[in-house]
Protein backbone atom coordinates (compact mmCIF):
# COMPACT_ATOMS: atom_id res chain seq x y z
CA UNK A 1 0.00 0.00 0.00
CA UNK A 2 1.49 3.43 -0.60
CA UNK A 3 1.60 6.12 1.58
CA UNK A 4 -0.88 8.29 -0.50
CA UNK A 5 -3.22 5.59 0.29
CA UNK A 6 -6.20 6.10 2.53
CA UNK A 7 -7.60 2.79 4.47
CA UNK A 8 -10.95 4.36 3.24
CA UNK A 9 -12.69 7.17 1.35
CA UNK A 10 -15.78 8.72 2.91
CA UNK A 11 -17.48 12.01 1.36
CA UNK A 12 -17.58 13.67 5.35
CA UNK A 13 -16.92 12.99 8.48
CA UNK A 14 -20.87 12.50 9.49
CA UNK A 15 -21.27 9.67 6.71
CA UNK A 16 -18.88 7.48 8.84
CA UNK A 17 -20.41 4.95 11.10
CA UNK A 18 -19.02 5.27 14.45
CA UNK A 19 -20.76 2.34 15.63
CA UNK A 20 -18.65 0.15 13.05
CA UNK A 21 -15.46 1.95 13.61
CA UNK A 22 -16.20 1.40 17.36
CA UNK A 23 -17.07 -2.03 16.86
CA UNK A 24 -14.08 -2.88 14.63
CA UNK A 25 -11.61 -2.00 17.47
CA UNK A 26 -10.86 1.55 17.40
CA UNK A 27 -10.70 3.50 20.28
CA UNK A 28 -9.30 7.13 19.55
CA UNK A 29 -10.06 9.20 16.38
CA UNK A 30 -7.43 12.45 15.63
CA UNK A 31 -9.47 14.81 13.83
CA UNK A 32 -7.87 17.29 11.20
CA UNK A 33 -9.60 20.47 12.04
CA UNK A 34 -9.73 22.64 8.27
CA UNK A 35 -12.33 21.53 6.01
CA UNK A 36 -12.75 18.25 7.80
CA UNK A 37 -14.54 19.36 10.89
CA UNK A 38 -14.71 23.29 10.17
CA UNK A 39 -15.36 24.55 6.56
CA UNK A 40 -12.69 27.18 5.50
CA UNK A 41 -14.94 30.09 5.01
CA UNK A 42 -16.55 29.49 8.60
CA UNK A 43 -15.39 29.84 12.27
CA UNK A 44 -17.34 27.58 13.51
CA UNK A 45 -18.10 23.60 12.71
CA UNK A 46 -21.53 22.59 11.49
CA UNK A 47 -24.30 21.14 14.03
CA UNK A 48 -24.12 17.67 12.02
CA UNK A 49 -20.50 17.39 12.67
CA UNK A 50 -20.73 18.46 16.60
CA UNK A 51 -23.46 15.93 16.91
CA UNK A 52 -21.42 13.50 14.92
CA UNK A 53 -18.74 13.95 17.58
CA UNK A 54 -21.60 13.84 20.34
CA UNK A 55 -21.88 10.43 19.61
CA UNK A 56 -18.69 9.38 19.21
CA UNK A 57 -17.99 10.79 22.58
CA UNK A 58 -20.89 8.17 23.82
CA UNK A 59 -19.95 5.28 22.55
CA UNK A 60 -16.34 6.08 24.50
CA UNK A 61 -14.02 7.15 21.84
CA UNK A 62 -11.23 9.64 22.99
CA UNK A 63 -11.14 12.28 20.66
CA UNK A 64 -7.87 15.00 19.30
CA UNK A 65 -8.29 17.54 16.76
CA UNK A 66 -4.74 17.53 15.17
CA UNK A 67 -4.43 20.43 12.89
CA UNK A 68 -1.82 22.26 11.01
CA UNK A 69 -3.39 25.53 11.23
CA UNK A 70 -0.91 27.76 13.02
CA UNK A 71 -3.38 29.84 14.78
CA UNK A 72 -3.72 28.60 18.15
CA UNK A 73 -6.83 31.04 18.97
CA UNK A 74 -8.30 29.40 16.17
CA UNK A 75 -8.01 25.82 17.02
CA UNK A 76 -8.36 26.26 20.59
CA UNK A 77 -11.70 27.72 19.81
CA UNK A 78 -12.50 24.86 17.99
CA UNK A 79 -11.60 22.26 19.58
CA UNK A 80 -12.97 24.27 22.85
CA UNK A 81 -16.48 24.60 21.26
CA UNK A 82 -16.35 20.69 19.88
CA UNK A 83 -14.94 19.13 23.61
CA UNK A 84 -11.39 17.80 22.59
CA UNK A 85 -7.77 18.61 23.19
CA UNK A 86 -6.12 19.94 20.03
CA UNK A 87 -2.61 20.05 18.65
CA UNK A 88 -1.66 23.08 16.12
CA UNK A 89 1.37 23.60 13.93
CA UNK A 90 0.92 19.81 13.51
CA UNK A 91 3.12 20.02 10.70
CA UNK A 92 1.40 16.89 9.33
CA UNK A 93 2.82 14.57 7.19
CA UNK A 94 5.52 14.69 9.97
CA UNK A 95 4.28 11.75 11.92
CA UNK A 96 5.48 13.33 15.17
CA UNK A 97 1.85 15.71 16.25
CA UNK A 98 0.08 12.29 15.42
CA UNK A 99 1.86 10.29 17.49
CA UNK A 100 2.07 13.06 20.44
CA UNK A 101 -1.24 12.71 19.85
CA UNK A 102 -2.19 9.08 20.38
CA UNK A 103 0.23 9.17 23.60
CA UNK A 104 -1.69 11.86 25.13
CA UNK A 105 -5.04 9.59 24.51
CA UNK A 106 -3.23 6.75 25.43
CA UNK A 107 -4.09 5.19 22.49
CA UNK A 108 -2.27 2.05 20.37
CA UNK A 109 -1.96 2.59 16.48
CA UNK A 110 -3.86 -0.39 16.28
CA UNK A 111 -6.68 1.29 17.81
CA UNK A 112 -6.22 5.16 16.35
CA UNK A 113 -7.74 6.13 13.14
CA UNK A 114 -7.09 10.14 11.87
CA UNK A 115 -9.69 11.43 9.83
CA UNK A 116 -8.86 14.66 7.07
CA UNK A 117 -9.54 16.16 4.05
CA UNK A 118 -5.65 16.15 2.54
CA UNK A 119 -4.09 12.85 1.15
CA UNK A 120 -0.56 15.13 1.16
CA UNK A 121 -1.08 15.95 5.17
CA UNK A 122 -3.75 13.66 6.59
CA UNK A 123 -2.90 10.43 4.81
CA UNK A 124 0.67 10.54 4.28
CA UNK A 125 1.06 12.02 8.14
CA UNK A 126 -1.41 8.93 9.58
CA UNK A 127 0.31 6.23 7.26
CA UNK A 128 3.73 7.51 8.35
CA UNK A 129 2.62 7.32 12.08
CA UNK A 130 1.17 3.56 11.40
CA UNK A 131 -2.34 4.17 11.52
CA UNK A 132 -5.76 3.68 9.38
CA UNK A 133 -6.58 6.83 8.10
CA UNK A 134 -10.38 7.75 6.33
CA UNK A 135 -9.96 10.72 4.03
CA UNK A 136 -13.01 12.86 3.52
CA UNK A 137 -13.75 15.51 0.82
CA UNK A 138 -12.81 18.54 1.84
CA UNK A 139 -15.88 20.91 3.22
CA UNK A 140 -15.84 23.98 1.00
CA UNK A 141 -13.80 24.61 -2.44
CA UNK A 142 -12.07 27.29 -0.20
CA UNK A 143 -8.46 27.06 -0.15
CA UNK A 144 -5.21 28.19 1.29
CA UNK A 145 -3.48 29.08 -2.25
CA UNK A 146 -0.33 26.01 -1.60
CA UNK A 147 -3.70 24.08 -0.56
CA UNK A 148 -4.94 24.59 -4.07
CA UNK A 149 -1.95 23.65 -5.91
CA UNK A 150 -1.81 20.14 -3.59
CA UNK A 151 -5.27 19.59 -4.68
CA UNK A 152 -4.44 19.72 -8.62
CA UNK A 153 -2.11 16.52 -8.11
CA UNK A 154 -4.59 14.83 -5.34
CA UNK A 155 -7.51 14.57 -7.52
CA UNK A 156 -5.57 13.05 -10.13
CA UNK A 157 -4.44 10.50 -7.43
CA UNK A 158 -8.27 9.94 -6.00
CA UNK A 159 -9.81 9.50 -9.72
CA UNK A 160 -10.20 6.06 -9.43
CA UNK A 161 -10.91 5.62 -5.97
CA UNK A 162 -14.08 5.28 -4.91
CA UNK A 163 -15.89 7.43 -2.27
CA UNK A 164 -18.15 6.19 -0.05
CA UNK A 165 -21.42 8.03 -0.31
MG1 LIG B 1 -7.76 20.08 6.36
Not at 134 to 149: A, E, H, K, S
Request: charged share 25%; with cysteine; glycine share 6%.
Amino acid sequence: MSLLSPTRYVARVELIDLDALFASGKRAILLDRDNTLVPRDRTTAPDTVAAWLDHARELGFELIMVSNNMHRDEVACSAGELGMDYICGAMKPAPFAIRSGMRRLGAEPAESVLIGDQLYTDVWGGNLAGIDTILVRPQTTVDLWYTQIFRIFERRALRNLPCEE
